[in-house]
């Protein structure tokens, strides 16, 4: 029997749920400092609103990165970017391991519920790969990114993009620093036609989406597909389907978009590859989605719903969410019993799980699309506008839509009043801290009854 002065445990998915809650906080306090911003201090609902878009790697910004924030306000986002990439855990981990007091199984299971996957027993193998990974891949990123920024911008302040957009490339926070840069151009709409930058930019997105325990596999196996896991093959496999079509669907849609005018194929090509990657919850753009057709539009949307990997720096529904609710579709109408794909069969209880992700990210989508299109009253705020801003902000992507206001081009989210960005404000929060995660958080462990409900009749269809 247990005595009445045990103490319940938080459970991991509210450790979780609390500790992104933590950090956001600890930004919006530091970013309504004096000096984290050139013109004074911020009001607290624009801090609260960049934090949990930095922690949350969304990119949704209330001001222009670089015009409205100091070198110290750029350095605690990029600080927020990095932290909510590689996840609130994994730096909990760290700071156990550096004080040796060592990872008991609780923080084991919250750091692999942190990175999708895996086994208690290499939880400390899994994090050190994760630091080294990152560290390798945005230093390498970097580099690459200053032979175009040095020249462009000088030693100092290359060296200081390079590293701040690898970073942010690859957590997929969508944060730049070109706003107010090149004149007539947003992100990297300058850079269109690099392929140095927008090639970089899109391997370190394509990377960090993936997920660590995707990479860390085919490390392990050496490249060899072959040996990879079930899971780590049709991840890539979906990835790559997606990015190719994707790819090829946006060439097609935007081939007259005025935005080209004067490019060659290759141009349109590396521009269209560019927004089938960004839309996978990066954020960058080199396209304005503003010019965008109305098939491109309703594309970016669907894969900026879906997302990236499970464990990754992505947000979204999940690469894996879709492929087990497509493929139980087609069993469904096959009148196949179990789900299978390849030589597995799926668990009917991951289908439910997705189906329940999928329908909750909708309903909060359309809630919240409904609540701000009533909130706002102005003309650039239409429907389709707001749409696509609901679905950046949960799918922690970043991209907002450019509207005329004030005698110029500017993105939605700086017309947005207080309470239309506490709205995407919690969405950004549910969209990174997962809506499953907050569900069990909250949810009251109940034992399951020994006793079944009879079945009845009931139609669908």
């Avoid at 005595?3 to 459970?11: A, D, E, I, Q, V």
């Avoid at 801290?433 to 909250?442: D, R, S």
Wanted: hydrophobic residues 50%.
């Amino acid at each position: 029997m247990k005595s009445p002065r045990t103490k319940k445990r938080m459970n991991v998915w509210a450790y979780l749920a609390l500790g992104y809650l933590a950090v956001v906080l600890l930004g919006s306090v530091l970013l309504i400092l004096p000096f984290a911003s050139r013109g004074g201090r911020t009001n607290y609902i624009d801090a609260l609103f960049t934090s949990v878009s930095a922690a949350c790697v969304t990119g949704l910004v209330p001001f222009e990165t670089n015009i409205h924030w100091s070198g110290f306000g750029q350095a605690v986002i990029l600080l927020l970017i990095q932290l909510g990439g590689l996840g609130f855990m994994t730096f909990v981990s760290v700071l156990l391991m550096m004080v040796k007091r060592g990872l008991g199984q609780y923080e084991r299971r919250a750091v692999l519920q942190t990175m999708g996957g895996g086994n208690l027993s290499g939880v400390k193998r899994l994090i050190r790969r994760i630091f080294t990974g990152t560290a390798c891949f945005e230093l390498a990123g970097a580099a690459l990114l200053s032979i175009r920024f040095i020249p462009d911008f000088g030693v100092g302040k290359g060296i200081w993009y390079s590293v701040f957009h690898a970073v942010s490339a690859f957590c997929n926070a969508g944060f730049d620093l070109m706003g107010g840069t090149f004149a007539g151009s947003g992100s990297f709409s300058h850079y269109a036609a690099d392929p140095l930058v927008s090639l970089t930019l899109c391997v370190l997105i394509i990377v960090g989406g993936l997920g660590f325990c995707i990479w860390g596999d085919v490390i392990d196996c050496r490249l060899n597909p072959s040996k990879f896991q079930f899971y780590t093959k049709v991840i890539l496999l979906v990835n790559t389907v997606l990015l190719t079509a994707s790819t090829f669907l946006f060439l097609g849609f935007e081939w007259n978009n005025p935005t080209y005018a004067g490019c060659g194929f290759g141009e349109k090509l590396l521009a269209s590859f560019f927004n089938a990657t960004t839309a996978r919850t990066a954020g960058f753009y080199t396209t304005d989605p503003g010019t965008l057709s109305d098939s491109g539009y309703l594309l970016m949307v669907i894969l900026m719903f879906i997302g990236g990997s499970s464990g990754s720096t992505a947000g979204g529904i999940k690469v894996g969410t879709m492929t087990v609710i497509v493929m139980g579709m087609f069993a469904v109408f096959r009148g196949k019993r179990d789900i299978n794909i390849g030589k597995r069969r799926i668990d009917s209880k991951l289908v439910f799980q997705a189906l329940a992700i999928f329908v909750a990210y909708l309903f909060l989508v359309f809630t919240a699309t409904i609540v701000i299109c009533a909130i706002e009253t102005n003309d650039v705020n239409t429907f389709a506008n707001t749409l696509f801003e609901t679905v950046s902000a949960i799918g922690t992507v970043g991209l907002s839509v450019s509207v005329k206001a004030g005698g110029g081009a500017v993105a939605l989210t700086t017309t947005l009043t207080a309470l239309s960005k506490v709205i995407l404000i919690l969405l950004m929060y549910t969209g990174r801290a997962g809506v499953l995660t907050i569900a069990f958080a909250v949810a009251k462990k109940r034992d399951t009854a020994q006793v079944r409900r009879p079945i009845d009749t009931f139609f669908i269809g």
